[in-house]
């Protein structure tokens, strides 16, 4: 078993350093709200730590789950004077591969190692121990946690370099973006047609228009209940990210610009803790105005 640091306990965090303590791997976990590391330790039979870098001193493996860019460089610069060599920081914010590539390079000077592992499955997926990875890194560094990873981790995938895996959970989020805006779509033109939105789903799940989304989410939607996922704000961000490497590699992403753009609408009516479903809600406010 062995040792471990796991920074950041929000919704998806503080269930995966669960699974790891339940694997039976040492973990000492931060959160710079104390109550909620206190609270992690006590269910956990783990140690709750006052600061990221004490949290850090004496682990094998350093795991991050945070908000952001300037979240995770924030932090990496508190815990960087205690990275030793044979360390592996393993990074499961969805951030920039500009970033992760920096990350690496800075691992490097003190003999440890560096994985962008940016995560898709929802909480429930952090719940259920069922989450997919998509990493980029060395090789070694990646034989070494990806056993570890395992613990909380159901598809472990490994890409390519320092950076491929933040740039793939942008193809995620991109996909994602062009499928809810077309189940929003198709649910709001059955609507106003007069049809079974249940029928015709019924109808056309079984074929090439089914998709996790469809199978998950149309009933929900349908209802208009919009709390059962990955938040407007969160997936903005994540948008954010990757129409600036596309800018950046000059990839086009017309659709993906406009439901970003869609996704801004949802905001401005209030929904930015919405799941990202509520695309179809926007359908709905312009046909009462």
């Avoid at 500009?98 to 997926?125: K, M, N, V, W, Y």
């Avoid at 990493?135 to 990806?146: L, P, S």
Wanted: glycine letters at 12%.
């Amino acid at each position: 078993m062995s040792k471990c640091a796991f920074l950041g306990l929000g919704v998806m965090g503080f269930p995966m350093a669960g699974h790891l303590a339940r694997h039976g791997h040492t973990t000492k976990v931060w959160n710079r709200t104390t109550a909620k590391a206190d609270t992690w330790a006590k269910k956990h039979n783990g140690e709750a730590v006052g600061d990221a870098a004490g949290a850090v001193f004496g682990s094998e493996f350093v795991f991050m789950c945070l908000g952001d860019d300037p979240d995770v460089e924030a932090v990496f610069d508190e815990i960087e004077p205690n990275l030793a060599a044979g360390m592996v920081v393993v990074d499961h914010t969805t951030a920039s591969a500009d970033l992760a590539r920096r990350l690496h390079e800075r691992c490097a000077t003190r003999g440890a190692s560096f994985i962008d592992a940016p995560i898709s499955g929802g909480q429930a997926g952090a719940e259920n121990g069922k989450l997919t990875i998509m990493c980029g890194g060395d090789d070694a560094a990646m034989e070494k946690a990806v056993p570890v990873m395992k613990a909380y981790g159901h598809r472990i995938t490994h890409i390519g370099k320092s950076g491929a895996g933040q740039l793939a959970k942008s193809v995620n989020q991109i996909c994602i973006a062009g499928i809810v805006q077309g189940l929003s779509e198709g649910i709001h033109f059955a609507e106003r047609n007069g049809l079974s939105v249940n029928k015709v789903i019924e109808a056309i799940s079984g074929g090439a228009a089914q998709s996790w989304q469809m199978e998950n989410r149309w009933e929900t939607m349908s209802e208009r209940k919009f709390d059962h996922g990955f938040a407007v704000d969160w997936m903005r961000k994540d948008l954010r990210i990757a129409l600036d490497a596309a800018r950046g590699s000059g990839a086009s992403l017309p659709v993906t610009a406009l439901v970003d753009q869609y996704y801004a609408d949802i905001q401005a009516m209030g929904g930015r803790r919405w799941d990202t479903s509520s695309l179809i809600s926007r359908l709905n406010s312009e046909d009462e105005s």
